[in-house]
């Protein structure tokens, strides 16, 4: 039961990380921090053995200094990069992959909504004055940390550590 509960956890948490994206365009560092306690109970709960601990280790840090240059090129702000590197640690080696792979393509998609809401709203002012946040104002930075969670919700049952098996 307490591997259900840290999943619903680390599930939240991604989505509390998407919604204050979208809202404020700021992830706070508590919030990706605490992605990390599902990942620390998890390993407690269902030990992968130490090779495999290395490999999710190994991960995160990868996804740190992936977030970090992707942050340095300007396409990422610095909560996205945290959270992506923080979520990562649970996802491991070779499932991390497919977690950066699934955040492109939701973060493409997210783009090209954006794109086309951002075009279409002006002509509905009434409807425009009325969406959440400010994600639909030309110019406004995209909020990744919604492909960021998307990601992470599509691949967590493919996640061995939330496992209950």
Do not use: C, E
Not at 81 to 108: E, I, R
Not at 122 to 151: E, M, R
Request: hydrophobic letters at 60%.
């Amino acid at each position: 039961m307490i591997i259900q509960i840290t999943s619903l956890v680390f599930a939240g948490l991604l989505i509390a990380g998407a919604l204050s994206d979208a809202w404020r365009y700021k992830i706070p560092n508590w919030l990706s921090g605490a992605l990390l306690v599902p990942f620390i109970i998890a390993v407690i709960l269902n030990f992968p053995g130490w090779g495999a601990l290395g490999l999710h280790l190994a991960t995160g840090i990868g996804a740190l200094v992936l977030g970090m240059l992707i942050f340095a090129a300007g396409w990422w702000g610095g909560g996205d990069a945290k959270m992506f590197a923080a979520a990562a640690f649970m996802y491991g080696w070779p499932l991390g992959v497919s977690f950066l792979f699934y955040t492109a393509l939701a973060g493409g998609g997210l783009v090209l909504v954006l794109i086309a809401l951002r075009h279409t709203l002006p002509a509905f002012p009434a409807l425009a004055k009325h969406t959440p946040g400010t994600a639909l104002v030309q110019g406004a930075p995209v909020p990744y940390g919604i492909a960021i969670a998307i990601a992470g919700l599509l691949l967590m049952p493919q996640t061995g550590l939330l496992s209950t098996f």
